[in-house]
Structures are given as C-alpha cells and as structure tokens.
C-alpha cells in the first residue's frame, strides 16, 4: 500500500493551553517533582473505593469510544487471574495531539492514574503503547517512568506509524510482539486480552482523568463541569497552516466559548478522521458535553477538531481524508483491503465531477462492518455525514461547480 | 437451549482469503462481494443450522464461526 500524506500532519510542533483540571499550572513543567509539589502523593483506594469514586465522576472512555470506565474495571477484576494494564499512548490519529500534549506535560496524572488501578486491582505490570511517529513523546514518557518507583512494573512498547497502530487488538499485538496490526476480537479485552488474560486498556486521557480524580478528590473534581457530566475535557483544535492547539474545556462549555471568534462561522469536522462533518448552526447550539454530542449524532471521539478555512471545501477535504484512510488499511480484511481504494476513487469522482454520488453510497454500504477493526465503519461515518450535512456542496460537485470556491487541492 | 436463541455467522476477516468455499455450501446466508468475501445477509434460522455448521467446517482458513446469542 502507497503512502498517502495525511491532509492534516502529524504535529511537529503543539501549543498546549493551560486548561482548569488536568492541564493546571502546566508551565511548572513535567517532572515528578513539580507534580508531587502540586497533588502531593498519590493514595491508593481499593477497588471498590476506586470504583465508587470513578462511577461517581463518570469517566469514560477518551480514545473514541467513550465507554464507562468502571464498566471495563469491574469486569477485568472479575477473572480469577493478575489483570494486566495498558496505557494507550499510541495516538495514531495524525488529527489528534492531547495524549502527546499530557505525555509532554502531564505524564503523571497519566502514571498516577494506572499506579492507583494497579494497586487496587494486584496488578503487576502496566504497559505503555508510544506512537512510533512521535519520537519526542516517546523520550517523554520514557524519562517520566524512570522517576517513578511503583510496585507495578512499567513495560515500554513503540508502535508502528499506521493509523490503526492505536485499535486496542492492535496494541495488544504489539506487547506480544506480533505485528502491530488488528486481528479479530471475539471477546472484549478486559475479559480475555494480554496473554489471554483480563486487561484493562484505556487512552492516555482516561488514566489522567482517573490519577487527578484519586488525586483531588471527587468533590474538587466535579467542581468544573456540569452536573450529568463532572470534570473536563481535551480537544485538539486543527486549522490548516497553523500549528494544532491543545485546549482543555470544562464539560457544558459552549463551543462558541470553546472555539477562537475568528473561526466562528465555518464548517467543522469533530472527533477526528472517522468522525462526523458539523456546520456554525449545529455547533453554535450545542455544548462541549459527550452526552448532548452523542445525542446531536456529532460523537467527540477522541476530542480532535479540524476547523476548515472558509476557502476549504469539506467535499475537498473528505476526499482527501479518505484517500490517505484507505491506504492505511492494514491490509488484513478483504473488504478493507479492496473497499476503501474504490470508496475514495468513487468520492474522489463526485469530487472532480466525474460521477455521481450512488456509487459511493453503495461501496460504502459494502464496506461497513466488515472488518477486524473499526476502520471502515469510521471512513463510512465520514462519508456519510458530508452527504448528510453538506449535501448542497455535494450535489454542486457532481455538476463541476464548488461553493466554497476552492482550488484543487485542499 | 431455549427457542430464542439466534445463531450468527461472522467471519474472521484477517483469515478469509476469500474464495467462497462457504457461499457454495450456503448461497442462502452467504453472498460474495465484488473482490469475492463472503456477505453474511441474515441470522442462521434453525432449518439452515447444519448447513451453517457444515460451512464452518469446509472453511479452508478456519475463518467462519458459529456465534449465539442467548
Ligand atoms: S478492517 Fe482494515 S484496518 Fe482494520 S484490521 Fe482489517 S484491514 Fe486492517
Ligand atoms: S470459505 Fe472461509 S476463507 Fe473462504 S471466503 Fe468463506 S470464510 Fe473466507
């Protein structure tokens, strides 16, 4: 498979905003010390304290899938067996930044977080998954656990530059030195996964968000946020031509409040590359909130944003994105393999005017849910949702004409 | 063993090499796409249970299975 550039790099460089929770005070720097001097030493509740604690917050997932956390450590402390524990740092979403921006600042809130499960639940290891395209956070994070002194023993893995180097199946490929590709789940992970045994994975955002609660308390952690949903967030804000923001938003935050004025008015996608397209009046009425977003059919997923300019067509801009999807196709699944080429080749003829949109509706109803991992499910969400919320720029590529006025390419 | 119980097939996808053996066994739940993978179209009914067990067994790969729900 030819690489394809990704319409949006992998950041060389990010701006991290100091931010209310997580991203407190991140100017006095990421090391033990200062984190220390900051939340003091970490305590260790056990499992039904810790569950308590996590229920009471409501954290779930931040890697995309938004899963309650608690559900996921309840049943990986079921077995009879050492649960293993996994820190998803892999961040194999060029769109996305904020688990590089905590590895680069906050590593550990991070650490904290896994230490505190770790000792509730016995667990002897904790592995980290380091995105192989990002070598600083890889130095980072390597330094952060060479000054901690834990029982749980730190295992350090670096993955490849895929795209779907960071699927959980993938990962756990990886720790066991396989392929850093996915493979067919027939059972969650935290029931059967590292080895066989409970694992309990989570993203990089997740385990800080569950170190600073064990660390503040739930009181000082649900006093940002809105009620239904205590605490905060990361969102990576990305603009073409500038370098990607890391910002930290209390939950119910207006996204008018979120988003910088200057890119008021646009068209944005959220949550990534197999997220979903919104325009300023979606947007505009909504909240920073995984609950009202979920309704509203625009999920967070992992937090990433991509404003377009005003001269970006997001038709442009989809087919872009979906090209450079469908040659990070592990290449493992038929489907995948073979569907996502033609699905980009047929979005990439409504795009020049070439051919109508049915068959690209057709390629995508081939492809989705047929696959190891989520990928084709999530190139299809974003196909979808440019037909579904930028149906008039659509129709009008398909007869050579852009509304946005862009010139090729993107 | 109650009547409610809905059988499922679903392929392991990085497996399938995707020649169709079990569209020949069961053309009644097994499509094959454009590039020759199977499409499941439904639920395994009770009449077409052995045939379904029959073309889990014939997948060359090993790459069918068999999954209920209760
Ligand atoms: S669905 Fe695609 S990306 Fe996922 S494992 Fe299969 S071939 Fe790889
Ligand atoms: S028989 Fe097995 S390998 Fe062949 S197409 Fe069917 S599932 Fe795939």
Known sequence: MNAVASPIPVPVQIEVQPGPGLLADVGSGPSLAAHRSRYGVLSTPDLSALLSLIEGAGIRGRGGAAFPFATKLRLSASGRVRPYLVINLSESEPASAKDAALALTRPHLVLDGAAATAAALGAKEAHLALPGKRPEVVTAVRRAVAEREDRVRWVTHVGDARFVAGQSRAVLELLAGRPNKPVTAWDPEAKSGHKGRPTLLSNAETWAQVGRLVLVGAQAYAATGSGGEPGTTLLTLNRTGTVPRVIEVAFGTPWSAALPPAWHGGRYLIGGFHGVWADWTMLDSLRVSANDMRAANLPLGAGAVWALHEDQCPVVATSEVVGYLAAESSGRCGPCLNGLPALAAALHGVRTGAAGPTEVGRLARLVAGRGACAHPDGTVRLVDSLFRTFAAEVHAHTSRVCLVGQREPV | ?70
């Open chain 2, 1 to 70: 063993m109650s009547r409610r119980r809905v059988h499922q097939l679903k392929v392991d996808w990085p497996n399938c090499t995707g020649r169709g053996v079990c569209h020949g066994v069961l053309p009644e739940l097994i499509d094959l796409d454009p590039w020759g993978y199977p499409i499941i179209t439904g639920p395994v009914t009770e009449e077409l249970l052995p045939l379904a067990r029959e073309a889990v067994r014939m997948c060359p790969q090993l790459a069918l299975r068999l999954t209920s729900t209760p």
